[in-house]
């Protein structure tokens, strides 16, 4: 449209040979402002490709509501959440992405980050300053999703530190036990479970975990004994976890609660669903992740057993005696802009005015909360959720996706359950000591290319020495050929970049 307006200007100016004319076509032609401020006050159309995660499309009610606030006209792709990946990866390659796109997570962000250095898509970094919301994100967070030291990307929030212990209080106050503060309590908790068959009939499985060494137990297990995050620091120079005695220990911590029968025997094949199973039946009292899942779990579990109750905490003593949680980057996916669809800086920022908008109170509590006296009311100041959950499943739970701010900038949740808003005070005041991934920021091109390939090797042996089928050797022989196999090359990178501050 601007070449268009640049192309009739041009011809007018030639035509006419006026001084004056000149003049103005000289102005419009520096910069377009000008020309370019009356178009630019009527409504962006912005395509957008985002993420389903409910069985229908929803409604447009809300997304026309959005289109009012932030003065734009959306054309959102809703891509079930089976096949966002795939449908990204296609449209990439034929360069047929939509202006807005988000990405489904932090690995679908690190496949991207060549690309991004190639030029592919837009650098914000440098523009964030000049709207009233992007200019206040958060820059330990912006620094986390940096490419080689520039800003690509906008993030979508997520509290840094959300993972901790969900357990059966009604079953620990009858034993006499006391919320666990150190890994031993954690074990000794379990075994008292199973001692004294506290689900009945045999059918105690104390510890609930599945095939995730990431969001299942073990990540948020292995703080405990010291292990960094991912990647830690040691004589100053980068090691990965895997090489460090806190892991090796957290390998025999696990070890032992599958001897004992403290946990699920076919945990390293046990999906979340059948996983969370053990918790709403009734047969298990420990789940170890996010702690904000102990609402759902009380809902389910009352169900099948009335007396039910838990709660949570996260804060456990690590080997120093000090508190200490796994932390996250403080986002969960990133917001990019290919240049594929977005052809000129101007287009970007009139789409960056109305992202930013994305990040006002007013639109944050839309995007998270729906429509006030309609899909909640307020009390006290404090978001009260309607009473018909499949209202809120069908028109609100799929803007959850579009949401860039989970805590800032929304009005607070009114909790029916103490636990629930526990688990939400506790993962705020975690951010004090959670630990935190030093590499985050830095990017190697070997793990880009082949570090989840790579990562294989490792988690394979983490659970054949959890079963007993390797010992120390056994593990240290699969770190062998995970650096012969481009391991090495991972760590040199990362540690060449660290060295130079990131860059």
Not at 454 to 481: H, M, N, P, S
């Amino acid at each position: 449209m601007k070449t268009q307006r640049f192309k009739q200007l041009s011809a007018f100016c030639a035509l006419t040979l006026a001084a004056s004319v000149f003049a103005g076509c000289a102005n419009k032609t520096d910069g377009g402002a000008a020309g370019d401020a009356a178009a630019d006050t009527g409504p962006v159309k912005i395509t957008m490709m985002a993420n389903l995660q409910t069985p229908e499309v929803p409604s447009d009610k809300l997304e026309k509501l959005i289109e009012e606030k932030t003065n734009s006209q959306l054309e959102i792709s809703w891509i079930p959440d089976g096949s966002y990946d795939e449908k990204f990866q296609a449209s990439f390659a034929t360069g047929t992405l939509p202006q807005v796109v988000y990405l489904k997570n932090q690995a679908s962000f690190i496949l991207m980050r060549d690309a991004m250095k190639d030029g592919q898509f837009w650098e914000v970094g440098p523009l964030l300053k000049d709207y009233p919301n992007l200019k206040s994100l958060n820059q330990e967070t912006l620094k986390n999703t940096a490419v080689a030291g520039k800003i690509y990307t906008l993030y979508q929030e997520r509290q840094p530190s959300r993972t901790g212990i969900i357990y059966r209080k009604d079953w620990a106050d009858k034993l006499g036990l006391a919320a666990p503060q150190t890994a031993d309590d954690i074990y000794n908790m379990l075994k008292k479970f199973k001692e004294s068959d506290a689900a009945g009939k045999g059918n105690t499985i104390p510890l609930a975990d599945r095939s995730d060494l990431v969001y299942g137990a073990f990540k948020t297990v292995s703080m405990y004994f010291g292990t960094p995050n991912n990647w830690g620091v040691v004589d100053g120079k980068l090691v990965p976890e895997f090489e460090t005695k806190g892991y090796v220990d957290t390998m025999k911590f696990f070890q032992k609660l599958h001897k004992e029968g403290l946990i699920n025997q076919d945990f390293p094949v046990t999906s979340k669903t059948d996983q969370q199973n053990l918790m709403y039946s009734g047969k298990s009292g420990m789940y170890i992740g996010t702690m904000g899942d102990v609402k759902t779990m009380q809902e389910k579990t009352a169900k099948n057993v009335p007396d039910a109750m838990y709660d949570v905490t996260n804060e456990i003593k690590g080997v120093d005696g000090k508190n200490v949680s796994w932390g996250l980057s403080g986002y969960g996916t990133v917001v990019v802009f290919p240049k594929s669809a977005i052809k000129t800086e101007n287009e970007l920022k009139r789409i960056l005015g109305v992202m930013d908008k994305f990040y006002s109170p007013e639109v944050a509590d839309l995007l998270k909360y729906g429509i006030e006296n309609e899909h909640y009311t307020l009390k006290d100041g404090k978001v009260q959720p309607a009473q018909d959950p499949k209202l809120i499943e069908k028109e609100v739970r799929p803007y959850l996706n579009l949401a860039l701010y989970e805590t800032t900038n929304v009005k607070p949740a009114l909790y029916s359950l103490p636990a629930h808003e526990k688990a939400n005070n506790l993962s705020i005041a975690a951010e004090k000591f959670m630990v935190q991934d030093p590499t985050a920021a830095l990017d190697s091109p070997t793990y880009n290319s082949t570090g989840n390939r790579l990562q294989d090797i490792i988690r394979d042996a983490t659970y054949q020495f959890i079963l007993g089928k390797i010992d120390e050797a056994g593990f240290k022989a699969a770190v062998d050929k995970w650096k012969k196999d481009g391991g090495q090359k991972i760590i040199d990178e990362y540690n060449e970049q660290y060295k130079n501050g990131g860059k």
